[in-house]
């Protein structure tokens, strides 16, 4: 498999790329796609760093694995292709937002418009199985997503990380709280949501105002 990632990143993943687990990974990948229904589609695993350069980054938002439904996956966590029924969880964002701050529920769920303003959609898992949800768990990409936070972490100042959920809470540990920010919460699925612990908790509009104390443009949710 061909490692299609934006040149920005090259200098903080090359030696990752030629460590024996990601060897291994790839190995995996390749014989998967090969022999079974993956997502999401083999030239868009790595669509999140294409469409957030690394000097560009200033939200990270952390998902889990890729959708697993036909036509779902797009390499960007919890954005759906242009035409595809938003699933729960990313019904539920859109709701927050606008409650948040008045943003008319959208169309589209396809979140490259937020990725083209540095927000980095990162899956921990970045492929996964059709139909079995966290069937590349374990495999590897862990390891290589983590590395991407530490990175981000020691290289870029001023992001702001949104931990949804108690997996991307245990990201924590990667992350300065001296250098960056943090906001974490209830994730978005409707069993979090409907307990009380994602609705309301206005990370948009504390995103933004975060971004402006620091002279960064805001994001246009």
Excluded at 17 to 36: C, G, N
Excluded at 137 to 160: A, D, H, L, P, R
Excluded at 176 to 191: C, E, F, V
Aim: proline residues 5%.
């Amino acid at each position: 498999m061909k490692i299609d990632i934006h040149k920005s990143w090259l200098p903080y993943l090359k030696e990752e790329f030629s460590k024996p687990y990601f060897k291994e990974l790839i190995a995996f990948v390749d014989q998967e796609y090969s022999t079974k229904t993956c997502f999401p589609p083999k030239n868009e695993i790595f669509n999140a760093f294409n469409a957030c350069q690394f000097n560009n980054v200033k939200v990270v938002i952390i998902g889990q694995d890729p959708y697993h439904d036909v036509n779902q996956a797009n390499g960007l966590c919890f954005s759906v292709n242009d035409d595809v029924k938003h699933p729960p969880s990313l019904v539920n964002i859109f709701k927050e937002i606008e409650k948040d701050l008045g943003i008319p529920y959208p169309d589209s769920g396809n979140l490259m418009r937020w990725a083209k303003q540095g927000v980095l959609l990162l899956n921990s898992v970045l492929t996964v199985r059709a139909h079995e949800a966290g069937s590349h768990q374990k495999k590897g990409w862990e390891k290589f997503t983590n590395t991407i936070i530490s990175q981000i972490n020691k290289y870029n100042k001023n992001v702001i990380f949104l931990l949804w959920g108690g997996y991307a809470k245990n990201k924590a540990k990667l992350i300065d709280s001296n250098k960056h920010k943090i906001l974490a919460s209830g994730h978005p699925s409707p069993l979090s949501a409907n307990r009380g612990y994602w609705f309301g908790n206005k990370h948009f509009s504390k995103t933004n105002f975060l971004l402006e104390q620091v002279s960064q443009n805001p994001v246009n949710w």
